[in-house]
């Protein structure tokens, strides 16, 4: 589509004739051929001679070329561009931030994959949550894990084949053998410092009571509230466990609750699994659509087609003059 990023030029169209009429002809005095036989000259071709100024016309085909010319050049003046198609571009609008539990405990081996066979935690939820980033659109996912500290496994991405590779890779006791779930919150909410996004999310997965951290869970949920931050949580493994496999439920139940996230409990696989897909549909894709149409600035064509009929223009002009000039030779040529 055609359009013009000056469009007000058009409003100089009818300079031309404000000055054809608004301005007085110009005026230019030139020397007479003087004869002494000029009233003979006058009878003979039976012509009366007048005295006065001699206004000169212009010839029309002139006037059409220097009005097609004048129009062509205020198109050029209007910066005439060639929009193309639309490009849409997708933007995320949300940022969304697993933490995974690397204690020692995740070792534990009881839960059971797909094909039956027995696995410890840390399996299970990798290959649950591999699935769960397969099939995510539209996001921004970090991943943090934590064992004694936290640390930024995968910053914030749209490349969900690195998160899955990274989490792949991550083994039991990677970040010691203690749970430090408080500091794993604050480390998140670091990480969203930056983040542009109006929607923030953190799914935190557990299977142990906080022995490490310096910031207690619900303080460090109460931040995250502040800043805007939904934190879903899940607990992994045996409720009646004791020691440093106890799983502190009402800790976790606290941190949802005061987030406004959604606590969930994992006892097997299945329920592993349950829970992502309900993440899934809690957590839905939300995409803003960004239109583009790039813009082409065309103003050569018109000035090309202007300076193509001037030098028409004048080549029939130059033919022209040479034909009468080669007219007078060929008749007295041909009278001899």
């Not at 204690?103 to 094909?115: E, L, N, P, Q, W």
């Not at 998140?188 to 799914?203: D, E, H, P, Q, Y």
């Not at 065309?298 to 080669?326: D, F, K």
Request: hydrophobic share 45%; charged share 25%.
């Amino acid at each position: 589509m055609l359009s013009f990023a000056h469009p007000w030029i058009a409003l100089l169209t009818p300079l031309p004739l404000l000055v054809w009429f608004g301005l007085p002809a110009h005026a230019e005095r030139r020397a007479g051929l003087r004869v002494p036989f000029f009233d003979r000259l006058a009878r003979l071709s039976g012509q009366e001679p007048f005295s006065g100024g001699v206004v000169a016309r212009r010839h029309a085909g002139r006037l059409v070329v220097l009005a097609l010319t004048w129009l062509l050049t205020l198109a050029a003046l209007a910066r005439p561009q060639w929009i193309e198609p639309p490009l849409h571009r997708d933007l995320p609008t949300r940022d969304l931030l697993v933490l995974v539990d690397l204690s020692g405990s995740m070792g534990t081996k009881d839960f059971v994959d797909a094909s039956g066979k027995t696995v410890d935690r840390l399996t299970a939820v990798k290959q649950v949550l591999d699935d769960f980033l397969s099939r995510r659109k539209g996001d921004r996912v970090g991943v943090v894990v934590f064992g004694d500290a936290p640390f930024a496994l995968v910053p914030f991405t749209t490349d969900f084949e690195l998160c899955r590779v990274m989490l792949r890779d991550t083994d039991v006791g990677m970040a010691g053998p203690r749970t430090a779930f408080g500091d794993a919150i604050g480390l998140g909410i670091g990480l969203f410092a930056k983040s542009t996004v109006k929607a923030k999310t953190i799914i935190a997965l557990t299977d142990g009571n906080d022995t490490m951290s310096k910031v207690p869970p619900g303080e460090a949920a109460g931040i995250a509230k502040d800043k805007g931050i939904v934190i879903h949580t899940v607990a992994v493994g045996d409720p009646q466990a004791a020691g440093e496999d106890k799983l502190d439920e009402a800790a976790l139940k606290e941190v949802a609750d005061k987030t406004g996230g959604g606590f969930f409990r994992a006892l097997d696989r299945a329920q592993l699994a349950d829970i992502y897909r309900r993440l899934d549909q809690i957590e839905t894709r939300r995409i803003d659509t960004v239109s583009f149409r790039p813009r082409r600035d065309v103003y050569w064509v018109p000035l090309a087609a202007a300076l193509t009929l001037t030098l028409l223009a004048q080549a029939l002009v130059v033919a022209r003059r040479r034909l009468r000039r080669g007219a007078p030779a060929a008749l007295a040529g041909g009278t001899r």
